[in-house]
C-alpha cells in the first residue's frame, strides 16, 4: 500500500487547513488510519486516528480543533485542522495501521506563522 498526502501549506495563526491522504488501493481491513507529526528537534507524535469502526482519538494538544474522517470507499483519510496555532507547525505523516504492519506516506508541511 502508497500512501500519498496533500494539502499542507503556510496559514496564519487562527486559520485552518484540510489534509488529504489517498491510499493506493482501496482497504478493506485495517487497524487504524491517521496523522502523526513531527516538529523540529522533537519526536515524532500520534495526532489523530481512526479506527475500522470509524471511532476516533485525538491527542489532547489538537481536541476541539482538529477532525479526522475517513471515506466510505476506504481510499482516503482527512485531517480538517481549525483554530491552527504556531506549535502546530510540523511535517505531517498519513500512516495505516493493517495485520501487523505499518505503512507512511511522504510527509507535508504545515507551517502557523503570521
Known amino acids: 500500500v502508497q500512501l500519498q498526502a496533500f494539502g499542507g501549506g503556510l496559514v496564519q495563526p487562527g486559520g485552518s487547513l484540510r489534509l488529504s491522504c489517498a491510499a493506493s488501493?482501496?482497504?478493506?481491513?485495517?487497524?487504524?488510519m491517521g496523522w502523526y507529526r513531527q516538529a523540529p528537534g522533537k519526536q515524532r507524535e500520534l495526532v489523530a486516528r481512526?479506527?475500522?469502526?470509524?471511532?476516533?482519538d485525538y491527542v489532547d494538544s489538537v481536541k476541539g480543533r482538529f477532525t479526522i474522517s475517513r471515506d466510505n470507499a476506504k481510499t482516503a483519510v482527512y485531517l480538517q485542522m481549525n483554530s491552527l496555532k504556531p506549535e502546530d507547525t510540523a511535517v505531517y505523516y498519513c500512516?495505516?495501521?493493517?495485520?501487523?504492519?505499518?505503512?507512511w506516506g511522504q510527509g507535508t508541511q504545515v507551517t502557523v506563522s503570521s
Open positions: 481512526v479506527f475500522a469502526g470509524r471511532s476516533t
Open positions: 488501493e482501496t482497504i478493506f481491513s485495517f487497524n487504524y
Open positions: 500512516v495505516l495501521l493493517r495485520w501487523g504492519n505499518t505503512y
